[in-house]
């Protein structure tokens, strides 16, 4: 394989990781939709559709794998290589909390217990935010955004211990809010980890353009 064909594979191998990663946002998003609004259907298609989003992430896995066995590649391309499969597998596992929500949606009897959960908001607000940034960091190739990505993480991490902590007393004072509560619990600890994700992205990030590895989760 020729210099210039390796690239070319190499940037295609990295493109398709971003599409990747759109469409695992694209899933957390939609699963949150559902959840709040209670809309069983959007969460029944968030589920069937995570099949495809494993396909794709075990298409990138063996192509990074081949890439490898074709061409010993310089240092600053084994990172490259190697960044782009760790990065689809955490995308992949961002879209499994996607399902997982969804399907918290799914086994609900009534709507979630949401109304007053202020911090909900916050919870969902901050990951957003981070998983955003972290598919424009990794899209981009962009390490200062990367940092900024991980410093969000500290504010999901105080929203969902303030949701949590909310949540216990609503189900104390009001043993009816059991079941729903809990479903929340549930959904709100799948977004506290896709952020716990979207940092490992953007540690990926750094070490594929600097050669730094840091833990900043």
Do not use: W
């Amino acid at each position: 394989m020729t210099r210039v064909r390796f690239a070319q594979q190499l940037d295609a191998l990295n493109d398709a990781t971003v599409i990747l990663g759109e469409q695992a946002a694209t899933a957390v998003r939609q699963a949150i939709q559902a959840f709040t609004l209670f809309d069983t259907a959007l969460a029944a298609r968030v589920v069937d559709e995570d099949l495809g989003i494993n396909r794709m992430e075990h298409q990138i896995l063996d192509s990074a794998a081949l890439l490898l066995t074709l061409q010993a590649p310089v240092a600053s391309d084994l990172r490259r290589i190697l960044g782009v499969s760790r990065v689809a597998s955490d995308f992949e596992r961002i879209a499994d909390h996607a399902r997982d929500i969804a399907r918290a949606t799914l086994r609900l009897a009534a709507p979630p217990s949401v109304g007053s959960q202020g911090d909900l908001d916050l919870l969902i607000s901050q990951a957003s935010v981070m998983l955003r940034d972290g598919l424009r960091c990794y899209a981009e190739n962009d390490p200062i955004l990367a940092r900024a990505v991980c410093k969000v993480d500290d504010g999901v991490d105080q929203a969902y211990a303030a949701l949590f902590r909310d949540l216990l007393g609503l189900m104390v004072e009001d043993s009816t809010t059991i079941a729903r509560a809990t479903y929340t619990m549930f959904v709100a600890h799948d977004i506290e980890r896709i952020a716990d994700h979207i940092t490992n992205v953007a540690e990926t990030v750094i070490y594929v353009t600097t050669g730094e590895t840091v833990e900043l989760n």
